[in-house]
């Protein structure tokens, strides 16, 4: 059998008429991003933003499509859409000294829920290497292992890595419309990584990036959760700017590590949510410091307590340190994090504080 090409995926989208019925998707030039991987097919549909819901039934008859070609076992739709630059702003008027602003007429417009999901917690760096991904799932170990159900998503579509952390390879099955997420240690989890082969770069733009965040966000059957932990990428682009316009964050927690160069790209990450009104949970620093298994020296390899007096300087609680240590590294390379691995070890301890910090921290801005 010959194998699957880009043609015969678009040969099959061919036979489905476009928004209007006027045309077919591909005669009307809106099907962009075709990847085939090991029989997962993927694209998008580019579709006006506000026509999206109404345009869903189109998207599924483009799946059910391509889903009949011969050696396709998932196929994954996503409606995205150019998005026109906004006018520019004209420059602000001068105030009098003491005049008061009025507040925008209507307020400021409620984000939906997650029906079934409580808060939704945000953890998140300025740069990448910082270890922000280990700490996402072993934060999440550690609050179901205080009772809580949890769940955790991978924001990153660039570079997934919970498949691996959590030694899930399975394929998400998809019901009615909805997508079941798979369960690896008791966690509900969702990631791109289940979607597309391990190798294969995902070449996407802006839009489609923020239409699969807001699928994996808006078409999972999360419920029931007491937490959603979100990994998100590094940065403070598109995937963060998403994810806080479409549901309400109860927090983010920022992960560093404690040299100057990742404490100035936290910081970033840090003022980028304080601008969008999302709390702050606190700052863990991660790979702290060294101690030797061989003579129990102690190393600060990337310094010592920078993230602390970070914390300090901007006013924000300070969660804990984790230190580097082989354990921790390997464990989450073989897909057994160290909380589940070796609960009684100390370093699944340090997690337990930390998740510990974050139920007090939540406990407080709902109180505020």
Known sequence: ???????????????????????????????????????????????????????????????????????????????????????APEMPRLKPAGAK???????????????????????ASGKGGVGKSTTSVNLALALQAQGLKVGIMDADIYGPSLPRMLGLAEKPQSNEGRITPLEGYGLKVMSMGFLI??????????????????????????APLDVLIVDMPPGTGDAQLTLSQNVPLAGAVIVSTPQDIA??????????????????????????????????????????????????????????????????????????????????SPHAQIYGTLAQGVQARLKAEAAA
């Not at 984000?111 to 079934?116: L, M, N, Q, S, W």
């Not at 770069?201 to 699928?215: D, E, H, K, L, Y």
């Not at 924000?316 to 580097?324: K, T």
């Open 1 to 87: 059998m010959a194998a699957l090409s880009q043609q015969d995926v678009l040969n099959q989208l061919a036979k489905v008429r476009g928004p209007d019925r006027s045309d077919d998707l591909v005669s009307l030039g809106l099907i962009s991003g075709v990847s085939i991987q090991d029989g997962k097919v993927s694209f998008s549909i580019s579709v006006p933003a506000a026509r999206a819901a109404e345009l869903e039934p189109m998207r599924q008859a483009a799946e059910r499509m391509v889903s009949e070609l011969p050696g396709v076992e998932k196929v994954m739709a996503i409606l995205t859409a150019e998005r026109t630059a906004p006018p």
């Open 263 to 344: 404490l100035i790209d936290a910081r970033k990450g840090l003022n980028m949510f304080r601008k969008i009104e999302v709390p702050i949970l606190g700052i863990i620093e991660n790979m702290s410091y060294f101690l030797c298994p061989s003579c129990g020296d102690r190393a600060d390899i990337f310094g010592h307590g920078g993230a602390r007096d970070e914390a300090k300087r901007l006013g924000v609680p300070f969660l804990g340190e984790v230190p580097l240590h082989m354990d921790i590294r390997r464990n989450s390379d073989g897909g057994t994090p160290i909380v589940v691995s070796d609960p009684e």
């Open 101 to 123: 602003t009025a507040p925008p007429k209507g307020g400021i417009k409620p984000k939906a829920e997650i029906p079934g999901v409580g808060s939704i917690i945000a953890v």
């Open 197 to 222: 082969d391990e190798d294969a770069p995902m070449i996407w733009r802006g839009p489609m990036v923020m239409s699969a965040i807001t699928q994996m966000l808006r078409e999972v059957d999360w």
